[in-house]
């Protein structure tokens, strides 16, 4: 069984800053990429970030220069950061993580959310 679990978010106002992140944990065998997607109210849920396991990373155009994904391999861990936060980024914020388990194939798994805030 393998469970994500995320944490930071929260409210901020437009050009603060805020750190997501989100821990894998479980019967791992390999974690072949993480991602961060977004769902606002009303929208369907997108794509913000993703990294593979090689350290290749991709972004939404709508946050390019402003979000950065990294990974800890180590400890099985994501990170965006996130900086110059704008009203339009007020979202909950979902992990992904395509796991191959031992004994199990290749999934992906998800977080529970995070609300992302961004009011003045």
């Known amino acids: 069984q393998v469970q994500l679990v995320e944490s930071g978010g929260g409210s901020v106002q437009p050009g603060g800053s805020l750190r997501l992140s989100c821990a894998a944990s479980?019967?791992?065998?390999?974690?072949?990429?993480m991602g961060w997607y977004r769902q606002a109210p009303g929208k369907q849920r997108e794509l913000v970030a993703g990294?593979?396991?090689?350290?290749?990373?991709n972004y939404a155009d709508s946050v390019k220069g402003r979000f950065t994904i990294s990974s800890d391999n180590a400890k099985n861990t994501v990170h965006l950061q996130m900086n110059s936060l704008k009203p339009e980024d007020t979202a909950d914020y979902y992990c992904?993580?395509?796991?191959?388990?031992?004994?199990?194939?290749?999934?992906?798994?998800w977080g529970q959310g995070t609300q992302v805030t961004v009011s003045s």
């Open positions: 479980g019967s791992i065998f390999s974690i072949n990429a």
């Open positions: 992904k993580a395509d796991i191959t388990g031992w004994g199990t194939p290749r999934f992906d798994y």
């Open positions: 990294i593979t396991s090689g350290g290749s990373t």
